[in-house]
């Protein structure tokens, strides 16, 4: 026999004697690579020798570590090789393999569907506490005081989410926020259309301040739950409290809910930016829909419903920049 064949033989019978051994099977495994490196003339006895000391130097003292701990743990790795096949060349050079990439055991729900399902929640939960609070101010509150009493409740959940909430939960902030905006909407469409203490005028001039402040609310945060909460909030509290409007109140609830979605256009969230314009154009087109067939039963002006209309479908093309 060769010198070399009997350097081989020597080493191969070392690894054998290191594999049956073993106590570790990532420790048997690498070892069982070396050997078949060593058969298919793919790595010199010299690199299967140093290789196979090394990873038993490493082998021993996890040995060292579970006889102080008192157990094995029985996923602990030996060696960094043992996980993954590498190809070993004739001058006992690694050419690394990408790892094959491990199937999960079970299928994780993506990033996009967690994204999705918060989304829902929070405008649905958003939704049904702007309904109480729309109940409050129809059936439980009468006169100036109480009217005022909805903007001070409304001023304080933002105080709320702003100065307290936002610090801590960020993103539960964005939809607190956007229920603040959509109550104060709320209590002026309550004030003007239901309790009748503020004038035409002052309805429009007030949800244009609120617009502005939503506006610059908006550059401090990226977020669709904001945008989507606060027009929303705006459509439900209309269709609550719009049940007979004369012609004038229509016109004014018009103008008010185009001055809202024209400032929601401009908010500064990048996040999902064209669904959140098309979801916003779909809810505005049902929205002038429904509050045009409940005009046309109280019996308004035609060509005014039918400008609200015109007005909807022009609407699109700003939603969707």
């Not at 006889?67 to 960094?80: F, M, N």
């Not at 690694?94 to 405008?123: F, H, K, M, N």
């Amino acid at each position: 026999m060769s010198e070399n064949g009997q350097a081989m033989a020597v080493v191969r019978g070392r690894i054998e004697d290191l594999r049956e051994k073993s106590e570790d099977p990532f420790f048997s495994r690498y070892m069982e690579e070396l050997l078949e490196g060593l058969a298919a003339e793919r790595v010199t006895a010299a690199y299967a020798e140093a290789e196979a000391e090394r990873a038993h130097g490493l082998y021993l003292e996890q040995m060292a570590e579970i006889d102080r701990g008192g157990q094995r743990e029985p996923e602990a790795a030996t060696a960094p090789e043992a996980a993954a096949t590498v190809d070993i060349d004739q001058r006992g050079q690694r050419e690394p393999e990408a790892a094959a990439p491990q199937a999960p055991s079970q299928a994780q729900p993506s990033g996009a569907e967690y994204t999705v399902g918060a989304i829902i929640l929070s405008v649905v939960g958003a939704l049904f506490l702007l309904v109480s609070f729309i109940t409050l101010g129809i059936y439980y509150l009468d006169g100036i005081f109480q009217g005022i009493l909805l903007y001070i409740v409304s001023i304080a959940l933002l105080s709320l989410s702003e100065l307290a909430v936002k610090k801590r939960l960020p993103k539960f902030a964005h939809g607190l926020t956007g229920l603040g905006i959509a109550a104060l909407y709320a209590a002026t469409i309550i004030n003007y259309m239901y309790l009748n203490i503020m004038g035409s005028i002052v309805a429009v001039i007030i949800t244009s301040a609120i617009a502005a402040f939503s506006l610059v609310a908006s550059r401090r945060r990226d977020s669709s739950v904001f945008r989507l909460i606060s027009v929303l909030g705006c459509y439900v509290s209309f269709l609550l409290v719009a049940r007979h409007q004369s012609d004038l109140e229509f016109l004014v609830a018009v103008v008010m809910v185009f001055v809202i979605n024209l400032s929601s256009v401009f908010f500064a969230g990048k996040k999902n930016a064209k669904a959140v314009g098309s979801v916003h154009i779909a809810l505005n087109t049902v929205f002038f829909i429904i509050f045009a067939t409940l005009a046309s039963g109280a019996a308004v002006y035609p060509p005014y419903i039918i400008w609200a209309l015109v007005l909807a479908v022009a609407f699109a093309p700003i939603a969707s920049l």
